[in-house]
Antibody, heavy 119, light 109 residues
Framework: QVQLQESGPGLVKPSETLSLTCTVSGGSISSYYWNWIRQPAGKGLEWIGRIYSTGSANYNPSLKSRVTMSIDTSKNQFSLNLSSVTAADTAVYYC?????????????WGQGTLVIVSS | EIVLTQSPGTLSLSPGERATLSCRASQSVSSSYLAWYQQKPGQAPRLLIYGASSRATGIPDRFSGSGSGTDFTLTISRLEPEDFAVYYCQQYGSSPSSNFGGGTKVEIK
């Protein structure tokens, strides 16, 4: 059974960089899309971006200037960096795996990690 | 950017009733790239439907998806108590981007 687990600081200061890692177990990180999605409290889902196992990434245009994703296939991990954060970036951040190698619909999800941006 | 509009915002129904949820796109979406999710409070979303009409693994057959172009529908044929939740549609065809609709809450009447 594929499992994903987000890790990283739960509190980030304004203007700093939010860094999260997702560790994948129970399956290979190869040949899938790996997504980051976030959800502010009481609000809807926002797609942040995705990275393929080859390292090719696509980002939400509204966040593109601040987002970088990377993948480490040797560790079965992928990561999210979001720079110059503000209070508006406070949210639960989810990592997720695509159904297959051709889509970004997300079948397997981490439990989510709450990141608060505050001084 | 494709905008997804879900309606209604809230659907009040009783167990056993049929639920019909709508997702309308501002531009045509490839049917291969439309998904539906269910989310309960405090939980991660759960994939129900992908490719507009394919049920994900383990999803009961009371959930079905249909539609094409700009109009897509999620139907729950007979609501079970565990189906009361928020539902989101997602398009991922306008590569290289993706986005979600605003959600429909299905609540107990």
């Amino acid at each position: 059974q594929v499992q994903l687990q987000e890790s990283g600081p739960g509190l980030v200061k304004p203007s700093e960089t939010l860094s999260l890692t997702c560790t994948v177990s129970g399956g290979s990180i190869s040949s899938y899309y790996w997504n980051w999605i976030r959800q502010p409290a009481g609000k809807g889902l926002e797609w942040i971006g995705r990275i393929y196992s080859t390292g090719s990434a696509n980002y939400n245009p509204s966040l593109k200037s601040r987002v970088t994703m990377s993948i480490d296939t040797s560790k079965n991990q992928f990561s999210l960096n979001l720079s110059s954060v503000t209070a508006a970036d406070t949210a639960v951040y989810y990592c997720a795996r695509s159904v297959d190698s051709s889509s970004s619909s997300s079948q397997y999800w981490g439990q989510g990690t709450l990141v608060i941006v505050s001084s | 950017e494709i905008v997804l509009t879900q309606s209604p915002g809230t659907l009040s129904l009783s167990p056993g009733e049929r639920a019909t949820l709508s997702c309308r796109a501002s531009q045509s979406v490839s049917s291969s790239y439309l998904a539906w999710y269910q989310q309960k409070p405090g939980q991660a979303p759960r994939l129900l439907i992908y490719g507009a009409s394919s049920r994900a693994t383990g999803i009961p057959d009371r959930f079905s998806g249909s539609g094409s172009g700009t109009d897509f529908t999620l139907t729950i044929s007979r609501l079970e108590p565990e189906d009361f939740a928020v539902y989101y549609c997602q398009q991922y065809g306008s590569s290289p981007s993706s986005n979600f609709g605003g959600g429909t809450k299905v609540e107990i009447k």
